[in-house]
């Protein structure tokens, strides 16, 4: 394929060099940034002023930073364009365009008059237009009040990027805080359209509600994601106090038990008694063995 691009530009470097002279002509685009929404149609226009009885050759090329490779040429389109793309007299009709036909297209249109070749270029940029996929959002499902909460919202398919909308109970959230309307309704939050985040500096138990994020850039439909449920609860101190008094008071009990049984005596008996029944057990078998030694 590479071998292929490259006899094809030297094939045009030396057609224009087999030509005495070479002189520059006008070539004109109507739209030299030319936008078209994903698998939609996109024309890209060059337009020339040569009589109709001249003889042209027509070459469309795409610049790209791994260099420059041929769309049209010879009378027909190459690579990802063929099947796909057509000619309206010298300009190009691309139809179900798609993210990869994004980039920067020139047009080459040369002549052989009496004068010698006479050559002109435009150049032109097509920007693919894709719609948001759904965001993919993060929003934790319980918080402690006074503590720091982040929600976030994302979504990278969109060209351009997407701007991000957050919802609380299905009410759109002010993008602003410490001004006008936020300040009035002592908003704790602080929301960036741009990165999707949603921070709460001191999250309040007011703050416990069901969250979803929109994203949108004006091509197709809005994308949300689902909702999920955010519960913001104080610190029970209360429960806490209770439940450490509790464990010390079941400590203290199980220490007053130990010693009143040492007290009692409990466990120094059960160790006489463990003594007594093996001095016994020893005393029977010393008995059996001088008995048997009589006989």
Same mark, same amino acid.
């Given at each position: 394929?590479?071998?292929r691009?490259?006899?094809?530009?030297?094939?045009g470097?030396?057609?224009?060099?087999? %030509?005495?002279k070479v002189?520059?002509?006008?070539? +004109?685009? *109507?739209?030299?940034?030319?936008?078209a929404e994903?698998?939609?149609? !996109? $024309? =890209?226009?060059?337009?020339?002023?040569?009589?109709?009885?001249?003889?042209?050759?027509?070459?469309w090329?795409?610049?790209?930073?791994?260099?420059?490779?041929?769309?049209?040429?010879?009378?027909?389109?190459?690579? *990802?364009?063929?099947?796909?793309? +057509?000619?309206?007299n010298?300009?190009?009709?691309?139809r179900?365009?798609?993210?990869?036909?994004?980039?920067?297209?020139?047009? @080459? $249109?040369?002549?052989?008059?009496?004068?010698?070749?006479?050559?002109?270029?435009?150049? #032109?940029?097509?920007?693919?237009?894709?719609?948001?996929?759904?965001?993919?959002?993060? /929003?934790?499902?319980?918080?402690?009040t006074?503590?720091?909460? +982040?929600?976030?919202?994302? +979504?990278? @398919?969109?060209?351009?990027?997407?701007? %991000?909308?957050? %919802?609380?109970? &299905? /009410? !759109?959230?002010?993008?602003?805080?410490?001004?006008?309307? !936020?300040?009035?309704?002592?908003?704790?939050?602080?929301?960036?359209?741009k990165? &999707?985040? =949603?921070l709460?500096?001191?999250?309040?138990?007011?703050?416990?509600?069901?969250?979803?994020?929109?994203?949108?850039?004006? $091509?197709?439909?809005?994308?949300?994601?689902?909702?999920?449920?955010?519960?913001?609860? *104080?610190?029970?101190?209360?429960? #806490?106090?209770?439940a450490v008094?509790? /464990?010390?008071?079941?400590?203290?009990?199980?220490?007053?038990?130990?010693? %009143?049984?040492?007290?009692?005596?409990?466990?120094?008996?059960?160790?006489?008694?463990?003594?007594?029944?093996?001095?016994q057990?020893?005393?029977?078998?010393?008995?059996?063995?001088?008995?048997?030694?009589?006989?």
């Amino acid at each position: 394929m590479a071998s292929r691009s490259l006899r094809l530009l030297l094939l045009g470097y030396l057609g224009v060099l087999s %030509y005495p002279k070479v002189s520059g002509i006008s070539i +004109e685009t *109507d739209n030299k940034n030319v936008k078209a929404e994903e698998f939609k149609e !996109a $024309i =890209l226009s060059c337009k020339h002023k040569f009589s109709k009885g001249m003889s042209l050759r027509i070459e469309w090329k795409k610049i790209q930073s791994q260099g420059v490779s041929f769309v049209y040429y010879n009378s027909e389109f190459t690579g *990802d364009l063929r099947g796909r793309a +057509e000619m309206l007299n010298t300009g190009i009709r691309i139809r179900n365009v798609t993210r990869k036909d994004s980039g920067t297209y020139r047009c @080459e $249109i040369s002549a052989k008059s009496e004068e010698g070749q006479r050559l002109g270029e435009a150049t #032109i940029t097509l920007t693919v237009l894709v719609a948001p996929t759904t965001p993919v959002c993060e /929003v934790p499902s319980s918080a402690m009040t006074g503590t720091v909460v +982040e929600l976030s919202c994302k +979504e990278t @398919e969109g060209s351009p990027p997407s701007e %991000y909308q957050w %919802y609380k109970n &299905g /009410v !759109a959230l002010l993008e602003k805080t410490g001004m006008g309307s !936020a300040r009035a309704a002592n908003v704790t939050y602080s929301m960036n359209k741009k990165s &999707g985040t =949603l921070l709460f500096n001191t999250v309040t138990k007011n703050d416990t509600g069901e969250y979803f994020c929109e994203a949108s850039n004006g $091509i197709g439909l809005p994308q949300k994601c689902s909702v999920k449920r955010m519960q913001v609860d *104080d610190l029970n101190i209360g429960g #806490i106090i209770t439940a450490v008094v509790f /464990v010390a008071l079941v400590m203290t009990l199980c220490g007053l038990g130990v010693f %009143y049984a040492q007290k009692k005596g409990y466990f120094t008996k059960e160790s006489s008694s463990q003594k007594k029944t093996n001095y016994q057990s020893t005393s029977e078998k010393d008995f059996k063995h001088t008995k048997s030694f009589v006989i």
